[in-house]
């Protein structure tokens, strides 16, 4: 018998709808899952297997092959474990066959049959809410995130003997109660902002008119002078995130895996990465791109201290980024479009000792610039009669 189920996997930020159909048919006991799916999705056979007998099901001793389609997308992560059990449980008839259709269903599975939270679920949320499936059940963790997505049928399982009353009707699905859209109270004592500042009037002014016009801004001084504590207070400037632009926040740190409380993020976002970040890691990309950075900090402040300790092959793929607002990674399986609309906010010393300009404390050779400012070679070391 084959059986139909809806899920979704995610392309950037896009969720893109993938039907899981499980087909049983006698024959020698085997399970095989095919539709491009990277070792995760592999894995997911004995998660799956373990999950039904542990939850009290019996697991079909016939041929079972599963196929993600489109079979022509890469997919990956384990968001595909309940999808992929509820349709064992219906191409086995354990739940109705009907049950399954116009379901969304999200969620890794545990050995023991709990249906665990996932990367993604408000963009799988979406995705569900534009396909119009009458409803999306995921896990209890993260029912109250994908609740964020009005207009949609949100389900909230615990397991996977909870999923399966569920799909027969012999319950309904818990609804969360809270109000996820609601403007939270944010404490003014953990808010850094300019009252913590003394003296510096130059830079805060400079701060208030990036904030007021949306403005890049460098700093230079020697070590200890506040670039650092200033930097950290501008997104206490900029006004506060519209509905709109908090759920295109809360989306990116969902993708990302960052998102910890279910509600909506209404907090600017803050990003300082290391200088010794990779391109991909402050552009975005992999074998499936996931945000860099620049993402991380949509609508928010990206700060960059130590500015010319940054390798230079880095700082100039900030370019596009500063000039179109986003950040297309294009692979071989696909492309993927993140967002990228920040503030960039850089800190640099003088020089490499960081005193050019107070005296005689400098101890710098003038003719030697910042290491992220020297030319760089192919690295390879050539010979004396080369150089």
Do not use: W
Request: hydrophobic share 40%; aromatic share 4%.
């Amino acid at each position: 018998m084959l059986a139909r189920v809806t899920t979704f996997a995610l392309e950037g930020l896009r969720p893109i709808p993938v039907t899981v159909e499980v087909d049983v048919r006698p024959g020698l006991p085997a399970f095989t899952v095919v539709g491009l799916g990277d070792a995760a999705v592999r894995e997911s056979r004995e998660r799956v297997r373990a999950a039904l007998l542990n939850s009290g099901f019996e697991f079909p001793l016939r041929r079972i092959v599963a196929n993600l389609a489109p079979a022509s997308l890469r997919k990956a992560g384990p968001g595909f474990d309940a999808a992929l059990a509820a349709g064992v449980l219906a191409a086995s008839e354990q739940v109705p066959l009907l049950s399954v259709e116009n379901t969304g269903i999200y969620g890794e599975l545990s050995l023991g049959g709990e249906i665990k939270s996932c990367r993604g679920t408000l963009s799988a949320a979406e995705g569900a809410r534009a396909m119009g499936l009458s409803r999306f059940l995921v896990a209890d963790e993260r029912a109250s995130e994908a609740a964020l997505v009005r207009g949609l049928n949100v389900g909230s399982v615990r397991d996977l003997r909870e999923l399966a009353e569920v799909l027969a009707g012999e319950r309904e699905h818990r609804i969360p109660d809270r109000d996820v859209h609601a403007v939270p109270q944010i404490d003014p004592q953990s808010e850094l902002d300019l009252s913590d500042v003394r003296g510096q009037d130059e830079v805060v002014r400079a701060l208030l008119i990036a904030a007021a016009g949306g403005h890049n801004l460098l700093m230079e001084g020697p070590p200890g002078v506040g670039k650092t504590m200033l930097a950290r207070r501008l997104p206490s400037l900029l006004p506060p995130l519209s509905e709109d632009e908090a759920l295109q926040v809360t989306r990116i740190q969902s993708v990302a895996g960052l998102h910890v409380d279910p509600s909506l993020v209404f907090r600017r976002p803050f990003r300082a990465p290391h200088h010794s970040v990779s391109m991909v890691g402050l552009i975005g990309g992999g074998g499936i791109p996931l945000p860099g950075e620049v993402t991380m900090a949509h609508r928010g402040v990206l700060f960059l201290d130590e500015l010319s300790e940054f390798p230079r092959n880095v700082l100039e793929a900030l370019r596009q980024p500063l000039e179109d607002g986003a950040v297309t990674i294009v692979r071989v399986g696909g492309r993927a479009h993140f967002p990228a609309r920040f503030c960039l906010v850089a800190a640099t010393n003088p020089c490499p000792c960081g005193h050019a300009g107070h005296g005689s404390r400098c101890t710098c050779d003038p003719l030697t610039p910042p290491a992220g400012l020297r030319p760089t070679t192919s690295g390879r070391r050539q010979s004396p009669r080369h150089r």
